[in-house]
């Protein structure tokens, strides 16, 4: 029977020597900090959510800043760091907290898990490391951790092994010091008990490890099933006036850059061709059908997402005239070049705009 309490003061001890003790968001750690965090860590690496985390707490500095903030502001914070229904669901429950829990976070798991983009890991994460309550966690790298140290085979994702692993993640947490605890396990994952190459022979707790000692590191925890890559191609639109603004399009709340501002765009087999874009152009702004334009293709852009593969290709429009007759809505608007930093882009969609060549009428 392994030491429940023996595995903690074990990991304790390492964190203290080889844990991370200069991440940005422990100084100070406080519970905005941490959770803001924990929602950029959500599918994303440390050394990549630090410099957002960075600017966009200097930006927005408490709870009340970011409920206070325009959707706008937000995504454009955001604007880079991918799966925006995080920032989108960080504004709405910094508003709710404002709204229910007198502008600042709840300290109880079934309030904080009621809040938009809060799971049950999320809020143990919160509860340990900004509240010093006993509440366990369960990401991708403690999952690995305790998958590996007890062998469990099988899905780690499946309602079984879930169960196992929350009962075990329970059971582990130290009666002290769980703030230090849950950082530092965290931290064994992200630094030692890697997805590739563990570094077995630093592991604190590698002398009980069922998959060091059976060598079964490379298989555990089972990998789960892998969803075949596609390939979409889209064709889209950079329409440009005479005052160097451009027409962009809100997307859908939901779905690929749910939110952001982009550019108007087609499936392929809808406008298979740049004809079809120039006449869609003219249409959208309102111009007459022989008003004077220059059209060009631009390098197709190439993104990658979680389970395809992008392929944009962008037709560059620059019109004859200020856009004037367009009747803007809502979720359409010309943007001039000064106004886009202001608003969530897509990463790709950004230094698209950012490197337009410069008009054929330019002096």
Same mark, same amino acid.
């Given at each position: 029977?392994?030491?429940?309490?023996? =595995?903690?003061?074990?990991?304790?001890?390492?964190?203290?020597?080889?844990?991370?003790?200069? %991440?940005?968001?422990?100084?100070? *750690?406080?519970?905005?900090?941490?959770?803001?965090? $924990? &929602?950029?860590?959500?599918? !994303?690496? /440390?050394?990549?959510?630090?410099?957002? =985390?960075?600017?966009?707490?200097?930006?927005?500095?408490?709870?009340?800043?970011?409920?206070?903030?325009? /959707?706008?502001?937000?995504?454009?914070?955001?604007?880079?760091?991918?799966?925006?229904?995080?920032?989108?669901?960080?504004?709405?429950?910094?508003?709710?907290?404002? $709204? *229910?829990?007198?502008?600042?976070?709840?300290?109880?798991?079934? +309030?904080?898990?009621?809040?938009?983009?809060?799971?049950?890991?999320?809020?143990?994460?919160?509860?340990?490391?900004?509240?010093?309550?006993?509440?366990?966690?369960? #990401?991708?790298?403690?999952?690995?951790?305790?998958?590996?140290?007890?062998?469990?085979?099988?899905?780690?994702?499946?309602?079984?092994?879930?169960?196992?692993?929350?009962? %075990?993640?329970?059971?582990?947490?130290?009666?002290?010091?769980?703030?230090?605890?849950?950082?530092?396990?965290?931290?064994?994952?992200?630094?030692?008990?890697?997805?590739?190459?563990?570094?077995?022979?630093?592991?604190?707790?590698?002398? #009980?490890?069922?998959?060091?000692?059976?060598?079964?590191?490379?298989? %555990?925890?089972?990998? *789960?099933?892998?969803?075949?890559?596609?390939?979409?191609?889209?064709?889209?639109? &950079?329409?440009?006036?005479?005052?160097?603004?451009?027409?962009?399009?809100?997307?859908?709340?939901?779905?690929?850059?749910?939110?952001?501002?982009?550019?108007?765009?087609?499936?392929?087999?809808?406008?298979? #061709?740049?004809?079809?874009?120039? !006449?869609?152009?003219?249409?959208?702004?309102?111009?007459?059908?022989?008003?004077?334009?220059?059209?060009?293709?631009?390098?197709? &852009?190439?993104?990658?997402? @979680?389970?395809?593969?992008?392929?944009?290709?962008? @037709?560059?429009?620059? %019109? #004859?005239? /200020?856009?004037?007759?367009?009747?803007?809505?809502?979720?359409?608007?010309?943007?001039?070049?000064?106004?886009?930093?202001?608003?969530?882009?897509?990463?790709?969609?950004?230094?698209?705009?950012?490197?337009?060549? +410069?008009?054929?009428?330019?002096?």
């Amino acid at each position: 029977m392994i030491a429940e309490h023996d =595995f903690a003061r074990r990991l304790l001890g390492w964190f203290d020597v080889a844990g991370r003790h200069d %991440l940005p968001w422990q100084h100070p *750690r406080s519970p905005y900090r941490v959770w803001l965090s $924990e &929602v950029m860590l959500q599918q !994303t690496q /440390v050394a990549t959510v630090i410099p957002y =985390f960075q600017r966009f707490a200097a930006a927005l500095p408490d709870l009340r800043a970011l409920a206070q903030a325009s /959707v706008d502001e937000v995504l454009a914070l955001w604007s880079g760091l991918g799966y925006y229904s995080r920032a989108r669901n960080l504004h709405r429950a910094a508003q709710l907290c404002v $709204e *229910r829990h007198g502008g600042a976070l709840p300290a109880t798991p079934g +309030e904080l898990s009621a809040l938009p983009g809060i799971g049950r890991s999320t809020a143990g994460a919160i509860l340990a490391l900004a509240f010093g309550q006993r509440a366990a966690i369960l #990401d991708g790298n403690v999952r690995r951790v305790l998958v590996r140290h007890r062998g469990i085979a099988g899905d780690p994702m499946s309602p079984a092994n879930q169960s196992t692993l929350w009962t %075990l993640s329970e059971s582990l947490l130290p009666d002290s010091r769980v703030d230090d605890y849950t950082q530092a396990i965290m931290d064994l994952g992200a630094t030692i008990c890697t997805r590739a190459t563990p570094r077995c022979m630093r592991c604190p707790v590698s002398a #009980d490890c069922i998959a060091f000692r059976d060598g079964r590191t490379a298989e %555990l925890p089972n990998p *789960r099933r892998r969803i075949a890559r596609s390939r979409r191609e889209c064709h889209a639109l &950079v329409a440009r006036d005479s005052a160097g603004r451009v027409l962009l399009e809100r997307r859908a709340p939901t779905g690929v850059w749910g939110g952001l501002w982009s550019l108007p765009e087609s499936i392929e087999a809808y406008l298979p #061709d740049a004809p079809a874009l120039a !006449t869609l152009a003219i249409a959208i702004q309102g111009h007459e059908a022989g008003s004077g334009a220059t059209m060009r293709e631009l390098p197709t &852009v190439e993104h990658a997402f @979680t389970h395809f593969d992008l392929s944009l290709r962008p @037709t560059l429009l620059d %019109l #004859d005239a /200020v856009a004037c007759k367009v009747a803007e809505q809502e979720a359409r608007r010309w943007f001039a070049p000064h106004e886009l930093a202001a608003i969530g882009l897509p990463a790709p969609i950004r230094r698209l705009l950012n490197r337009l060549p +410069e008009r054929p009428d330019a002096t």
